[in-house]
């Protein structure tokens, strides 16, 4: 059998088939990993009574709040890619439900911002239990140079992933 320079160059010093192994396996891991979190979120917003994009608009004011960032109902349209009809509904549930607030913002009295309620957080808190404290501390478990290849590969992954959802025409019907 003739040996190709096209083989040689992939062949050198690893076989395709130990690279696409090791390609195979993080990817797995990915998998496993994103269904775990999936089954996490669907026993939170059954325990809360939400809706995956209700609990989903939570955690993100939540986390903006921590950071302190305030969050209109633009940004939120955004972070959820959903119409901003979708997005009006959506804060009306949470605003009756007690679990969001509608506050003129600080910065532009003619500007709303959504502050989620400590109450919300409290019930985020009790319904996850310590699963964000043993996440926290699987990651403290990488050293400097780990944390930064695991943050890069996954920045680069949710790019990927972002590129294929621009590459769907407009006329194609999302699910």
Known sequence: MAYSVQNADTHYWYS????????????????????????MRSRTQRSMGLGENDLLALRYLLTAKQDGRSIGPKELTAYLGISSASTTVLIDRLERSGQVRREHSPFDRRALILVP????DEEIQAALGDVPARMVEVANRLDPA????VVEFLQNMRAAV??????VPASTPTR
Do not use: N, P, W
């Open 16 to 39: 395709d088939d130990a690279q696409r192994e090791r390609s195979v396996a993080v990817l797995e891991a990915m998998r496993t990993y994103g269904a775990a979190e999936s089954a």
């Open 117 to 120: 309620t400590a109450t919300t």
């Open 146 to 149: 780990q944390a930064k290849v």
């Open 162 to 167: 972002d590129e294929i959802d621009a590459h």
